[in-house]
């Protein structure tokens, strides 16, 4: 996969306002906004409604074919699949890596500095001080 630059906003924090965005409408103070080379994508709090904006283009945007399978819900998909009916749709394989992207938000929240993480090491490699919140030192006796 390609190099992505993830910028992570929190505790107020805000970015600039998307020069995309039209008059009249704000960014939320929780949502997703995607910036990319072709244009940009503003989802409401928690990625609801995603939108491409302007909406001028997300009028014109033409919506491809349906190819991933469509569940009934988190809950049923993950039961059925723990009774052996099919595989999750949010697998370890995807959820995994998922799950230490936004974990990692929170790491640079508490080191307070911008953040570069060698994924396969598993370390922050410009801020030392910062992997003692990934892999912590456990007092003697207490350990996983």
Known sequence: ??????????????????AELEE???????GILFIGTKGAILG?????????????????YKRPAKTLPRVAGH???W????????????HFDYAGPL????????????AGKKLDFDWKKMTVTNVPDANKFIKPQYREGRTL
């Open 1 to 18: 996969m390609a190099p992505v630059r993830i910028t992570w906003y929190e505790g107020g924090l805000m970015p600039p306002r998307p």
């Open 24 to 30: 009249g409408r704000n960014v939320e103070d929780n």
């Open 44 to 60: 409401e709090g928690w990625g609801r409604s995603p939108r491409i904006i302007p909406e001028t283009k997300m009028r014109a």
């Open 75 to 77: 809950h049923r998909n």
């Open 79 to 90: 039961l059925d699949a723990c009774k052996g009916q099919g595989r999750p749709s949010t």
């Open 99 to 110: 799950t230490e992207f936004v974990l990692m938000g929170n790491v640079a929240l508490r």
